[in-house]
DNA sequence: AGTGTTTGCCAACAACTGTTGGCAACGGGC
DNA sequence: GCCCGTTGCCAACAGTTGTTGGCAAACACT
């Protein structure tokens, strides 16, 4: 959304759309959508309430874009078949202990249609994408992408939302060593008769 | 919570606290904790909200009242070692298919502590305590009943909440067919090394 | 220096929140 | 009949929310 064309100069304003971009993640991630106030997002940020509004138009428009997300999918193709549903946990594991973006869009997710919707475009687009990268049955693609996020979206619920013990007491490399099988069962197995 | 004691006669009262706590699930189902307004709840159940503070005292304790839920998991020692996967899945789908309970403190427990707490408390006892029926090492007990749940919140997630197209479309059969091996795996499967 | 734009803060708004106290109507027990 | 506890509604409170308009300082550019 940044309305710069070539080679605009930085504005000086941009460490503050920064700040607020930050600071609204953390909240967003921590508090949920309705928990997170302006309010509390602007004094992390150090600035005015009324600074936020300006700069992102109203509390919807803050939070389409702290949530703007990209999975950053591997190229499937390049992976041994048979190691894809390790690959896709490690990856997945890795992508969101460094990231709050995520842990902020899922809790957001629970109660805030915008992001409801902006959740199934991601994994709809971009990981439905992925895994009609290697072929087979194109009708079977999406129900393959869907059972796969239902493992990926209840391993961060549990590890990052509700915070079951075991679940958060786990090391990740054994989370990817029971897990990996379940999406390669869910991404090259036989669908059931 | 009902105060009654022994043959204590119906209160006058039980049809309204009965309607209050079913408009309440409904609203904190579809809205989740913050957004279901102890109004919106009252004006369900046509009542006056203060009516909802006379009887549940608080949000808080409306919301404890409405969350009270049994998983009825059934006696996995009766169940044949290899079908527990395929049973446990079919039983938590009809279990919330049938009662937006469950749903409502999915919602609630992205965002609500005293609701994470209570989703903790139920997997971590009622469905913990049904792994451990069925012997097998004590220490893995915990780690196996978290990736159960994992996968079956993840399933509840992606169905019941962000509505993933393929995951709302494809019928309760086809999913339990999918699903039940990783259960089965996550139960009775040799640990990785 | 002088002008116009950008950056920031302050104060306030209207709406909505959970929650409270008082008061009328109704009920059963004596 | 009377009386007391129950059930219900109304009006209001205090606090918080997203959002707005105006005004001062800092800046960029001539």
Excluded at 21 to 33: I, S, T
Excluded at 61 to 87: C, I, K, Y
Aim: aromatic share 8%.
């Amino acid at each position: 959304m940044t309305p710069s064309a070539q080679t605009t100069q930085p504005r000086r304003s941009d460490a503050t759309r920064a700040a607020i971009l930050r600071a609204a993640r953390e909240r967003f991630a921590a508090d949920g959508y309705e928990r997170a106030t302006i309010r509390a997002i602007a004094a992390d940020a150090q600035i005015d309430p009324s600074m936020v509004m300006r700069y992102y138009g109203s509390k919807e428009g803050l939070f389409a874009a702290a949530a703007e997300f990209d999975l950053r999918l591997p190229d499937l193709t390049s992976v041994p078949p048979g190691r894809l549903g390790e690959v896709l946990v490690r990856h997945f594991l890795a992508r969101w202990e460094g990231d709050e973006t995520l842990v902020a869009l899922l809790r957001a997710a629970s109660t805030n249609p915008g992001a409801a919707e902006r959740m199934r475009g991601i994994f709809a687009d971009q990981l439905t994408a992925a895994v009609a990268t290697f072929g087979s049955d194109p009708a079977l693609t999406a129900r393959r992408a869907g059972l796969v996020a239902s493992q990926i979206l209840g391993l961060a619920f549990t590890r990052y939302i509700v915070r079951l013990p075991p679940m958060v007491d786990t090391s990740p490399e054994e989370l990817v060593a029971w897990v990996a099988p379940t999406l390669q069962r869910y991404l090259t197995g036989t669908p059931p008769s």
